[in-house]
């Protein structure tokens, strides 16, 4: 996946939060980004907020978001929340800021930063920075299975050199193939075979499958 096609997905929800740390604490805020490049993905502040001082000390920066709705649509009768199909995408990377200089440069090939210079001329306090390297996950969810024929599909990405570890729970050449992983499973991620897999694209990382292994051959997924 590379950035053009990362960006398109966070257009298209629009607003997203960003996450900092500031005195052991996350911080979070709703903003969104306003252009892209071979560089990485642009966002803007004001240097006066806590926000920018955060960036500056911290160095990155996390960002979160849904499409096409947060909204429930109602519960089933076994109360679980029933959502309209959708994904849900998640980043994390390297920031920097970028001159006024470098700003009105891209600003000359590229009109998405018309409006960063805009705000900049209009409120001078205006600062711009790039995620430069990131990585991050697209959480495809259809849990009605309208269009397919398994609840979840994800998608993990990179750019700028950064790296990310692949989804899901991982079974162990302990398995005894009993079947027990695959019994439990209800998003069609466990493969059969002599050992068994787990499909990292399909599975939620619900712990089932840890918890029904008899003798321990399944291991807890990493971060991203």
Do not use: W
């Amino acid at each position: 996946m590379n950035i053009k096609e990362i960006y398109e997905y966070i257009d298209k929800i629009g607003c997203v939060s960003f996450s900092t740390v500031d005195d052991g604490y996350v911080q979070s805020r709703i903003a969104h980004f306003f252009a892209f490049d071979d560089d990485g993905l642009y966002f803007r502040t004001m240097m006066v907020k806590p926000f920018y001082h955060q960036l500056k000390a911290n160095g990155n920066v996390a960002i979160c978001g849904m499409y096409p709705s947060t909204q429930l649509l109602g519960h089933d009768d076994n109360g679980s929340p029933n959502f309209v199909g959708g994904y849900t995408m998640r980043l994390a990377g390297d920031i920097k800021e970028l001159t006024t200089e470098e700003v009105e440069l891209k600003a000359k090939t590229n009109s998405d930063f018309k409006t960063a210079i805009y705000d900049m001329n209009k409120y001078p306090a205006t600062r711009c920075f790039c995620i430069y390297k990131g990585k991050g996950e697209i959480f495809d969810y259809d849990f009605k299975l309208e269009k397919r024929d398994h609840k979840l599909l994800r998608t993990r990405f990179s750019f700028g050199g950064m790296t990310y570890n692949n989804a899901g729970c991982i079974i162990t050449n302990k398995c005894i193939e009993c079947g027990k992983c695959h019994k439990v499973c209800t998003f069609a991620a466990v493969k059969k075979g002599s050992p068994y897999k787990i499909n990292g694209a399909r599975c939620d990382e619900c712990g089932s499958c840890y918890l029904a292994c008899p003798v321990g051959a399944i291991e807890k997924p990493l971060t991203f």
